[in-house]
């Protein structure tokens, strides 16, 4: 098997678009190169953040392997291959695991709203149908209509390739008992920023992070200090990102951070319908807090 180790900072990375809405390969290879070098472990290509609704699986194959190319060996490469059908979420992971890739992010299957035991199947299909491929499993109620629970998610850690969870429940009793019921080596990671270091003080490990396009560095040296003992410098700099966490959330993500990027000069687009561009106001808000932060 691939090796199960994700690392702290994972990004869930936007995808860029052209003036036409078409993807942007050259300025995804770009951007990849450059999370890569600035705090980022590994990127969720084609996650929620990247647009994965609207974008095609043909799309999200070159995705891949146009951001593989780009960071090498330097970061891991997880491939949003998900989805509310199990045979279509097959079908795209064994193409993530014939690409190369170094693990998949699952979420939880939306709008079908299946009972636990449906879950439990799911996702059990998906990892013997790609047995050498780490799977994260991605918790993520808000969007789904669906809780994927700690007891559900201990029954899969004992499947041997599936090694994670990103928990975006923002339930931090729910994150503790993920821990209590699993093993040490399963990973739990923060699914939101601003609480990635509540989470880490009842067993995470990490954060699939939106905010890492922009602090990816000043959140490894976060997690670092906690990891070394250090809860003061670790609670200064949580403080100090706190506001930048809530602004990026302050309408449907990727808008937000689209636009702090736009600001910064990535080029990385608009969005494609149903989303749409933030409002002057808000953008008057992110613009405020990046100036505050010296991030533009």
């Known amino acids: 098997m691939n090796d199960r180790n994700f690392g702290r900072v994972i990004t869930a990375m936007v995808t860029p ?13 770009r951007l990849a190169d450059y999370l890569a070098t600035h705090g980022s472990d590994g990127l969720v290509v084609c996650g929620t953040t990247g647009e994965s609704p609207t974008l095609t699986w043909e799309e999200e194959y070159q995705l891949f392997q146009v951001v593989k ?8 490469i997880i491939a949003g291959t998900g989805s509310n059908s199990t045979k ?14 170094d693990g998949s992010l699952q979420v939880v299957p939306y709008y079908n709203k299946p009972p636990q035991e449906g879950l439990y199947e799911h996702f059990r299909a998906i990892a013997r149908a790609c047995p050498d491929l780490p799977l994260m499993l991605y918790n993520i109620p808000s969007r789904t209509g669906q809780n994927l629970l700690p007891e559900t998610i201990a ?10 969870v990103k928990e975006a429940s923002g339930n931090l009793e729910q994150a503790c008992q993920i821990h209590r019921l699993t093993p040490p080596s399963f990973a739990i990671y923060s ?3 601003f609480l990635t270091l509540p989470l880490l003080t009842v067993g995470g490990v990490g954060v699939v992070s939106v905010a890492s396009h922009l602090v990816g560095e000043q959140l490894q040296k976060m997690i670092q200090a906690f990891e070394t003992g250090n809860a003061t410098l670790a609670k200064e700099i949580n403080i100090k990102l706190f506001p930048l966490f809530k602004v990026l959330f ?5 808008i937000p951070v689209k636009a702090a990027l736009n600001l910064k000069g990535w080029q990385v687009g608009g969005l494609r319908l149903p989303l749409c561009e933030i409002s002057p106001n808000l953008k008057q808000n992110l613009e405020g807090v990046l100036q505050s932060l010296s991030l533009i």
Do not use: Q, S, W
Request: charged residues 35%; hydrophobic residues 40%.
């Open 250 to 254: 302050c309408t449907t993500n990727p």
């Open 88 to 101: 279509e979420a097959i079908e795209a992971t064994k193409k993530a695991a014939e690409l190369g890739l």
């Open 69 to 76: 190319k780009a960071v090498g060996d330097r970061a891991k």
């Open 191 to 193: 699914g939101d920023d």
């Open 17 to 29: 678009f052209d003036e036409r809405g078409n993807v942007n390969y050259e300025v995804a290879e």
């Open 155 to 164: 029954k899969l850690a004992e499947i041997e390739n599936i090694v994670a």
